[in-house]
């Protein structure tokens, strides 16, 4: 780690010109590393952009530094260097950024181990529980100061991440970052009550549309899968943008004895996307890199062509195998 981070840092002295980048569809981990480097960069007395294709969902818009990231990369440029964060796959940096000609050297700080080291200087961990993570590991290894707006976006970047330090990526290290972050200024209930006492009334009457598709399969004494679909038409109905059903497919995997919950998204014309939540007796990414997807080992997902219930009917075929394959614990 230590000789990818020495590499990273030459980079960050000879540049002057950077962009920060993350995936498509970003959340609190894509959202929170890029503010944290950008606001690092900055910090150095660096010309630093940030950019993102999509739009930032509204519960993430407080986090210091959003309102600069930019959405189109047109005229900017040349850079001397970017930092992708939180991405496995450069094609899910945004159109822009895979049109750009001189992004300049490409480090990728990522912790999927679905990374396909895309980068010229590939920092990828798949055992830190965020990209959040490295950025602060890096801040350190460059001695770049952690303001308190640093401090804000990584612990978010870091709490969401682990699910509220729910899930087993919740390392020991983990919560002493987070705890050093707290310590740094970000305020835990401030965090809270803005990511997760926040949402609008629209999330909720789309919620009570999504419920009642809810779908538990039994496995024949392998655990259960439970389904949820929202559709296009439901969005429309609640007036909601398709960020709003984020998180949903939680609602699933939160049965008692599903072993996998998965939320089918319709995106347009005959096209989902599908998200795999496990309790940990299956690898859904290793199902989702079946369809071309990719993710962590309980939390995945990939877009797929075709009608609802065939789509629906592939995915509970694929984690049937896995569940019957002795792969259970
Ligand atoms: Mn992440």
Request: hydrophobic fraction near 40%; aromatic fraction near 8%.
């Amino acid at each position: 780690m230590d000789r990818r981070f020495d590499k990273a840092i030459e980079v960050l002295k000879r540049g002057k010109r950077f962009l920060v980048v993350s995936h498509v569809g970003p959340e609190g981990d894509a959202i929170g590393s890029l503010l944290g480097l950008t606001l690092a960069l900055r910090g150095l007395g660096k010309d630093a952009t940030a950019y993102l294709e999509d739009r930032i969902p509204d519960l993430f818009k407080f986090l210091p530094g959003a309102r600069t990231v930019v959405h189109t990369l047109e005229g900017l440029g040349p850079f001397d260097a970017t930092f992708a964060v939180d991405c496995g796959q450069k094609d899910r940096l945004g159109r822009d950024f895979v049109n750009l000609k001189d992004p300049g050297c490409v480090v990728n700080i990522d912790h999927h181990a679905t990374n396909d080291c895309f980068g010229d200087i590939n920092i990828v961990e798949p055992g830190a529980s965020a990209a959040g993570e490295l950025v602060y590991d890096f801040c350190k290894a460059a001695s770049l100061e952690i303001t308190r707006d640093i401090a804000v976006n990584l612990y978010v970047a870091i709490h969401t991440d682990t699910g509220s330090f729910r899930y087993s990526s919740a390392t020991p290290e983990a919560f002493i970052k987070a705890g050093e972050l707290v310590r740094l200024g970000a305020e835990p209930w401030d965090v809270s009550r803005r990511v997760y006492e926040n949402y609008p009334a629209k999330r909720y009457r789309l919620l009570a549309m999504v419920l009642s598709t809810l779908d538990v399969i039994e496995m024949k004494g392998d655990g259960r899968i439970a389904t949820l679909s929202v559709t296009l038409d439901m969005f429309r109905k609640a007036g909601a943008e398709k960020d709003v059903a984020d998180g949903f497919v939680n609602y699933a995997r939160g049965i008692e004895g599903v072993e996998v919950g998965a939320l089918f998204r319709e995106c347009g014309a005959l096209e989902y996307k599908v998200s795999l939540r496990s309790k940990g007796g299956v690898d859904v990414a290793e199902v989702s890199r079946t369809f071309g997807g990719g993710g962590h080992r309980n939390a995945a997902g990939f877009t797929m062509k075709g009608g609802l219930e065939e789509i629906k009917a592939r995915v509970i075929d694929a984690v049937r195998g896995r569940l019957t394959n002795g792969q259970k614990v």
